[in-house]
């Protein structure tokens, strides 16, 4: 989990859930995947503030996973490059990654059907979005075998 990552960089983790059940989503360990990246950045990039996530359904019934930070944001000339592979912020030297974690997120966000988007402004911290539509939480996952862009990828590590 994130939580002993978030206590080794002194973050207060908030979690704000539906209490409904889940449908079976079609592929879990992509969404988690996602999930631990947006959480590990916002840990990382939060300047040791408060993180949030919040995790409700759309009104087609589908997962919206939002996690938000007050760490020092992104300009806005940056928002979309921050997707590209091997794309790392100047503020973002001091802990080092392989500017592959957001790139990789966005993409497999798409293959579910859905998307990753980011709102942001230097100085207000930064609110990442993963929207994954009802029809892909029932549907039958992504499979690597099948996707050549997903080759190579590992679910379990957070980039």
């Known amino acids: ?53 919040v995790c409700s359904r759309a009104q087609d019934g589908g997962l919206i996973l939002e996690v938000s930070d007050q760490g020092s944001g992104i300009a806005e000339e940056d928002l979309e490059r921050i997707f590209d592979e091997f794309v790392q912020l100047e503020q973002s ?14 993409r497999l966000a798409k293959l579910l059907g859905g998307s990753l988007n980011v709102e942001s402004a230097v100085g207000e911290g930064s609110i990442f979005q993963l929207i994954v539509p009802r029809s892909t939480l029932t549907g039958s996952g992504i499979h690597e075998e099948n996707n050549p862009a997903l080759v190579g990828s590992h679910p379990d590590k957070v980039a």
């Open 93 to 106: 030297v001091s802990d080092p990654g392989t500017g592959l974690g957001l790139a990789i997120s966005r």
């Open 1 to 53: 989990t994130v939580m002993p990552f978030a206590e080794k960089h002194g973050v207060e983790l908030t979690l704000d859930t539906t209490e409904e059940p889940w449908e079976s989503i079609t592929d879990p360990r992509r969404v988690r995947q996602i999930g631990l990246n947006l959480f590990s950045n916002a840990i990382k990039f939060g300047a040791g503030k408060p993180v949030r996530v």
